[in-house]
């Protein structure tokens, strides 16, 4: 069986992004400092976010929105105005931050684009993933951009087989083992773990050591010669 297509998760594997949000964090505790210390604002945060994935799903906008229920939380509902201007001004700032590709990832698409098919594979809001595609500058790289609202098997099951010859013959990179990495395996395609620096707590899972699909790199620029030993 060959390799054909490879999807590629974008945050944190393509770009940089979670050190933004964490700038951010810092940013909404030095905000709020006078109503808790950083281990209950950040926990609070945490909560709320985890309570909204459902209803806002994943990006800047919906972070933006649990930041600002937060405040009200953690100030019994009399956030003073200037707390939540400052946040809407974070977030806004967040949308409009430069995109920073990660060391190696210029080469390593460059290479695979001329073998495999490239699907880009991620979720967050649909307008500011789509900037962030632009302003890499790699979109013409990929034959389909797939911005899902979830990253599970069933994703993975359809997306491999509208663009590529279906998960068996397909790889998932990602710096998430939760939706890049276990949801791909149980789709049947094989999965591929580049770690970034820093992991959202709700993306964290186990490894799945042992599995004959599962692969583990220090950096995106060893993925193509990992494909070419499989395919």
Do not use: C
Not at 8 to 21: P, S, Y
Not at 154 to 176: D, I, L
Not at 211 to 218: D, F, I, N, Q
């Amino acid at each position: 069986m060959s390799i054909t297509t490879i999807g590629l998760d974008a945050d944190d594997t393509l770009w940089h992004n979670e050190t933004i949000f964490r700038l951010t964090h810092d940013r909404f505790v030095a905000l709020l400092a006078d109503h808790g210390d950083r281990d209950l604002i950040e926990g609070r945060l945490a909560e709320v976010e985890r309570r909204n994935l459902r209803l806002y799903g994943y990006g800047v906008k919906g972070f933006t929105l649990s930041m600002i229920e937060t405040a009200m939380e953690l100030t019994g509902g009399e956030a003073p105005p200037v707390v939540v201007r400052e946040i809407l001004a974070a977030g806004r700032e967040m949308l409009a931050h430069p995109v920073e590709t990660l060391p190696g990832v210029d080469e390593a698409l460059a290479a695979l684009s001329e073998k495999y098919r490239l699907v880009l594979i991620t979720k967050g809001d649909l307008m500011d993933q789509e900037r962030k595609v632009a302003a890499s500058g790699l979109g013409d790289l990929f034959a389909a951009v797939e911005i899902v609202s979830e990253k599970d098997s069933g994703t993975y099951q359809r997306v491999f087989a509208r663009h590529g010859t279906g998960a068996e013959e397909a790889v998932m990179a990602g710096n998430s083992m939760k939706s890049d990495v276990l949801p791909a395996l149980e789709a049947g395609a094989f999965a591929v773990h580049i770690p970034y620096a820093i992991t959202w707590a709700h993306e964290l899972a186990e490894a799945p050591e042992g599995h004959a699909r599962y692969g583990a790199l220090e950096s995106i620029s060893a993925l193509p010669d990992w494909i070419a030993a499989r395919a």
